[in-house]
């Protein structure tokens, strides 16, 4: 059985940075694809953040690209979010979410492992 659990998510000024990251189990972590998604409340769920299995490939929505970073340390089966610049509306539920291959992908289907997620509240 999969399991994936995110870690990290807080309350932050804007401008400041925060840390999160996702922990999975049940897969082999360093040959699938992973992901980041985020839901602001009474929005849908977007597209974050891709990384591919070994890490050299990634991609970014437009709306973070140049102040979020994604990275993985497949040595500890743990994915990273590295926010900076933070602005209030970063503010939502990120969610850790986990590929069957190891290509990166922008769409949410194509993940069928996913976290609870974990809040990060931006303040203005």
């Not at 659990?5 to 189990?25: I, N, P």
């Not at 849908?44 to 990634?58: K, P, Q």
């Amino acid at each position: 059985q999969v399991h994936v659990v995110e870690s990290g998510g807080g309350l932050v000024q804007a401008g400041g940075s925060l840390r999160v990251s996702c922990a999975a189990s049940g897969v082999t972590f360093s040959t699938v694809a992973m992901g980041w998604f985020r839901q602001a409340p009474g929005r849908e769920r977007e597209f974050v953040a891709a990384i591919n299995w070994s890490g050299s490939s990634a991609d970014y929505a437009d709306s973070v690209k140049g102040r979020f970073t994604i990275s993985r340390d497949n040595a500890e089966n743990t994915m990273y979010l590295q926010m900076n610049s933070l602005k209030p509306e970063d503010t939502a539920v990120y969610y850790c979410a986990v590929r069957r291959f190891g290509t990166l992908q922008r769409y949410q289907n194509s993940y069928p492992y996913w976290g609870q997620g974990t809040q990060v509240t931006v303040s203005s």
